[in-house]
């Protein structure tokens, strides 16, 4: 042999159902096969990809449907798919091409010496395609046979294949037996393949054969029998009350729920097989008529399936029977059979061999022509005619004499194989949109004025575009419109710009032309059902147009002149030039801000067109339509909308209500992923790992990962509404404030309540001593105490876990003593009011006699504020200064970490450190980080502080409080100790330090040790020393400031909880949410005991956040 390694011949065989492609290694003459390739093809409408085998056959069930079982229907001229006609041609050329790039992937993953150049193809075809065959069938099959040869025949020109060679089943299935060893004897086989039943009669001797007879049955075949279990499946369904009557033939959207339960019934089809019952279980997948999810949970007996086998193995049988007698009254010296042969994919189920034999042996006129020693061959049925036809290849190549160029001519074949030569393929030009590819030959048929609409009956009038097998071109005019190009269809319209001719600016318009209808009263009243749907939403009031709804300008009538058929109306809308979101998907810049934007208009949208009491129904990306800018977003599409009370059952009305929820998050990951399932909830579990990949701010990760649980079920739009809208829009969100004054004289408090969503302001005063308050402080300086022995003692090995225990105890009943005192004396009434609310901030502003008071420890039923609200404290301060500190999109984000300033902390130096990294981890292209540690001079620091312009500082070091209590001016931060020398930037230094610019946000992780101050003084003068110099960094001109009011331990729950608050804050939310999500964090983590949770305080403008940035 040569040592040639280039594969230049394949076989292929193209089934209804699967393709399967395999060669000959020249190395040692052994089969190469690839799986099975699913006849199915797909084109994305985002993307305009066509996808092919697989990824095509995942979309079965969804719309835009892909084309399945392609092989029974490729004696049609095209095929439509997605937007765009297609031959049969392109069909079988998408085909070969991912059935070359299968084998190319395992020819390469068995040895890299080979080389892969096909030139040659011998394709496996029934043997009614034989020219033997083909003589005997009638005019229209013989049409129908010959183009689909002559459309293989195209495609693999278009391939750039050489020569092409027929070689029919019957003839595969010989080289078939002769690789089991048959040297001799009458073979009898029956192909059962997806769209096929065949059976035939064989005779081989001493490795000649000859095809005896050949019989074969479109009706009888796998894809039947996957129909027929889907028929039960759907009288089930309908038995346990759904509407699911469904009318494949004349509704496209029952045919899709039709196609859904077909791979179901494959499924349950394999399942039988191997046992007597199988369980059909499918969740969420498919909806009834008027909406309702079914929810399939069917256990389905092995006798059914026998009862379905039965007719087909019967017709099996006849066809058999009929096929042998006729052979052997034409051979008088034909042998009994010796060899049963089964093939085809469907032959690979147990129970359909086991049926098949059985009404083949059982059948008393069959059983005659059967030999005593009949053996039955049933290995690997479904790769049967493959393994023949590289069988058969492996003769060619072992025949020495073999020339290249006349591939075919050293071969000794019955007539029965079909020879045919492919020129060499024409140069491929580029066309436009306009002429259909790989077939420039063929005429448009050009609807000019829908004349060609004079021939149809108008009782069946088709009253819009149509699909026909032709190519579409659209007309130059409708009425006064000049359209101007297609933009998208679906089932019921085709949406076409046009302008206005009537008008000088030529404005643009969207044209609703409907596609047909089969009856003009139904046609009637859905047009003017989807009219009256159009006219309540589209505006808010009389006189204002709702700004996310499609306005629907007027309704036009299309008379018999202008269209020589029926008259029927068009809707006339506005059009947006961004386009819809599938055509303007590739021109987001997964911007965050932008994604979120879309997302809270088509919330509002729907929430419009919810609190109309009405159901979009069909919410997908050709629905929605944008300004070029997104800055305009608004919702189109009524087709299938439904008034509420149109719905018949309140499940039913619940199931929709939550389909136009579910879409709003197919459509969201659309926005960040390019790709667009219309029941996410299906394949959640494949959507986990993407869905982490995907960055986009925390609470929309939860939010998303919440929706897909199955435990958790959103049905209504004003609970998303106000969950999006408190992340989306924190300048519009609804904020508490409680203003609290002391009046001195009246030795009472006065309260304003201020809810932002009440105009009227409520006041509440009542009195209150400082004793009291003094009491309630005192209580929180003793949960402090309590807190750093429980640290120490779980530190100590030798603790007993009671002592633990009784200290967890004395923490909870302080902090529970402390709520109810405040909010049985500070906030009497208020209670009431703020239970009620959900998703508020809280804002507490005080005067310096009420700084003291642990306004995040008030508690409302049965929790402290500062774990179920964003809170903050808003000291009334004198003489604040006022900047512009918002940081906006693009900014450069300046961050300071000042680690360990003074070198005796090593807790705060890897708290440093680990920001360092976690900021940098973050790969913001506009983060600018600086660290100060214990190596810079106290000048050093100062200036940076001073200059460095940094929107952010981030402390972790000493505070140091002055010993006396009154003299609060040289408390601040330790910044150097060098003997008794310690160098502060002081509460002064804070007020006058900036200039301007100041940062926007502060935050100190501050610990204080117990050597620098003194013990009976410390925590008190922490407590109130803390909030003194967090007012004086406010006075500064700092528009936020996090710091502690407990004693902050050295320890790893200080740098979690700085780790979460900037996670939270980094990924989009307001600072008060952020601090509010590393609270819960440490709770959870830590235990409530622990009071890492509680030590925080967050000062300032809660609602404030990095606008406009960048994920």
Known sequence: MSNDYTIDTVGIHFGTTNCRIGAVNPINLKPIICDPIPCCIWKSPATSNIYVGIDAYDHVGSHPEPIIYIKRSLSNQTFRITDEE????????????????????????????????????????????????????????????????????????????????????????????INYKISRGLVFYSYLGGGLLETSLIKIDENKFEIIQTCSDDENCGINIDRDIANILQKQISEEGYCFDLKINDNHDDKIKFDKLKTIGEIAKKGLSKSDEFRVTDLNRIKDKIGNTINIEILLKQAELRKILTP?????????????????????????????????????????????????????LIKNYLSIKNNIIYNNPENSVILGTIKYITKILKTKDRKKDDFFSI??????????????????????????????????????????????????????????????????????????????????????????????????????????????????????YVKKIWDELKNISKNLNHPNILRLVDTLRINEKQTHIHPFEVFLSEYLAGGDL???????????????????????????????????????????????????????????????????????????????????????????????????????????????????????????????????????????????????????????????????????????????????????????????IKEIQQLWIEIGDHAIERM??????????????????????????????????????????????????????????????????????????????????????????????????????????????????????????????????????????????????????????????????????????????????NNGWLLKIDGDYTAVLTKKDFEDIWSDKPPLLIFANACNSATQINNDFAYLSYYEATNSLAHSILKGGVCNYIGTTLFVPDSESTLNFASVFYDEFFSGNTISQAVLEARKYCIKKYGKEDLTWARYVLYGDPLSYIKGYLI
């Not at 071109?473 to 101007?484: A, E, I, R, V, W």
């Not at 900047?883 to 902390?905: A, E, S, V």
Request: net charge neutral; aromatic share 10%; glycine share 2%.
């Open 86 to 177: 297609i031959t049969s041609e392109q069909i079988f050329y998408y085909i070969f091409n991912e059935a070359k790039r299968q084998i190319q992937i395992k020819i390469n993953n068995i040895d890299k010496k080979l080389r892969l150049d096909i030139t040659n193809v011998v394709v496996a075809i029934p043997t009614k395609y034989d020219d033997s065959q083909i003589v005997l069938a009638d005019e229209e099959e013989k049409i129908n046979r010959k183009n689909y040869l002559n459309s293989l025949i195209e495609a693999l020109r278009l391939a750039n294949i050489k020569n092409v060679h027929f070689i029919p089943y019957s003839c595969a299935i010989t080289y078939y037996c």
């Open 411 to 528: 071969l000794d074949l019955p007539e029965i194989h079909i020879k045919k030569s492919i020129k060499q393929p024409l140069k491929i030009l580029n066309v436009t949109e306009e002429i259909l590819p790989f077939a420039a030959d063929r005429k448009e048929s050009i609807l000019e004025n829908f004349n060609i609409y004079q021939e149809i009956p108008k009782i069946y009038p088709y009253i819009g575009l149509i699909e026909t097998y032709s190519y579409i071109k659209l007309p130059c005019k409708l009425g006064d419109f000049t359209l101007l190009k297609s933009l998208t269809r679906n089932n019921y319209y085709w949406y076409v710009l046009a302008i206005d001719t009537r008008t000088r600016d030529r404005s643009e318009f969207l044209l609703g032309i409907p596609i047909y209808h089969p009856l003009k009263g139904e046609y009637r009243k859905n047009f003017e």
């Open 582 to 772: 599938r055509s303007s998907q590739y021109k987001l810049s997964r911007n965050i801000t932008t994604i979120l934007h879309i997302l809270y208009n088509l919330i509002v949208g729907v929430k419009h067109i919810h609190s109309k009491e009405i159901i979009h129904g069909d919410l997908t990306p050709e629905k929605i339509y944008l300004s070029p800018e997104f800055k305009e977003v608004k919702i189109g599409g009524f087709e299938k909308s439904i008034w509420q009370k149109d719905v018949s059952s309140k499940g039913g009305l619940n199931s929709m209500l939550k389909n136009d929820i579910n879409n709003l998050f197919s459509i969201l990951l659309y926005l960040f992923t390019g790709k667009y399932i219309q029941n996410i909830q299906i394949v959640s579990k494949n959507l986990e790992s993407e869905i982490k990949n995907i960055n986009m701010p925390n609470w929309l990760n939860q939010l998303i990962t919440e929706f897909l649980s199955s435990n958790v079920n959103i049905y209504d739009i004003h609970e998303l509404h106000d969950k999006v809208n408190f992340h989306v829009s924190p300048s519009k969100q609804h904020i508490v404030t409680v203003e609290a004054v002391y009046l001195h004289q009246e030795k009472q408090i006065r309260l304003k309540f201020t809810d932002k969503d009440n105009k009227n302001n409520d006041y509440y005063s009542f009195h209150l001593d400082f004793l009291t």
């Open 792 to 969: 120490v003692l779980s530190y100590d090995l030798l603790t007993n876990n009671s002592q633990i225990e009784k200290l967890n105890n004395m923490i909870h009943n302080n902090l529970k003593l402390i709520s109810k005192t405040a909010v049985r004396n500070i906030l009497p009434r208020i209670e009431e009011k703020i239970k009620k609310k959900t998703y508020i901030y809280f804002e507490f502003q005080y005067d310096q006699d009420l700084e003291s008071l642990p306004y995040e420890l008030f508690e409302i039923e049965g929790s402290n504020l500062c774990q179920c609200f964003p809170i903050s404290r808003s000291p009334n301060i004198t003489n604040k200064k006022d900047y512009n500190n918002q940081i906006q999109k693009n900014n450069t984000i300046r961050i300071l970490i000042i680690k360990n300033p003074c070198g005796d902390l090593p807790q705060a130096e890897n708290e440093g450190n680990e920001l360092k990294s976690k900021f940098t981890k973050l790969n913001r292209n506009n983060f600018e980080i600086e660290v100060i540690d214990s190596t810079y001079r106290f000048l050093q620091m100062k200036e940076l502080i001073e200059e460095g312009e940094f929107q952010i500082i981030h402390f972790a070091g000493h505070v140091l409080f002055s010993e006396n209590k009154i003299d609060y001016l």
């Open 312 to 364: 087909i193995f019967e017709k099996t049988a006849e066809i058999s029977v009929k096929l042998i007698e006729q052979a052997y009254e034409e051979h008088n010296d034909l042998e009994k059979i010796s060899y049963i042969v089964f093939a085809g994919g469907s032959c690979n189920i147990p129970l359909i061999q086991e049926m098949l034999y059985e009404n083949l042996n059982n059948n008393s």
